[in-house]
């Protein structure tokens, strides 16, 4: 599967982005699909996750009740809509998906660039 992450930029703090994931090249729905990101001079850290079912979602503590992971397996998509963010949301965005059964993260986007300014 390919995935094509789009939907960064530059926003005030408080403001908001929704990052979209489009994926091609196989049926997306047997995925779980996570957000990643990665600051200058930092590691990348997990964001948050979707299973293919959209039964269960995971979100790192610093994102929670900001940020809200979706997806439309109808359209091949997957969303992480990040409200009230704040400068430490930085970092460039990548989207990875996880094929069922496999327990890894096979699948990679390139990544996008979200900006908050103080």
């Known amino acids: 599967v390919q995935l094509q992450a789009s939907g960064g930029g530059l926003v005030q703090a408080g403001g908001s982005l929704r990052l979209s994931c489009a994926a091609s090249?196989?049926?997306?729905?047997?995925?779980?699909v996570g957000w990643f990101r990665q600051a200058p001079g930092k590691e990348r850290e997990s964001v948050a996750d979707?299973?293919?079912?959209?039964?269960?979602?995971y979100y790192t503590d610093s994102v929670k009740g900001r940020f809200t992971i979706s997806r439309d397996n109808a359209k091949n998509t997957a969303y992480l809509q990040m409200n009230s963010l704040k400068p430490e949301d930085t970092a460039v965005y990548y989207c990875?998906?996880?094929?069922?059964?496999?327990?890894?993260?096979?699948?990679w986007g390139q990544g996008t660039q979200v900006t908050v300014s103080s």
């Open positions: 090249g196989r049926t997306f729905n047997s995925y779980t």
């Open positions: 979707i299973t293919w079912s959209n039964v269960r979602t």
């Open positions: 990875a998906a996880q094929r069922l059964g496999e327990g890894v993260y096979g699948y």
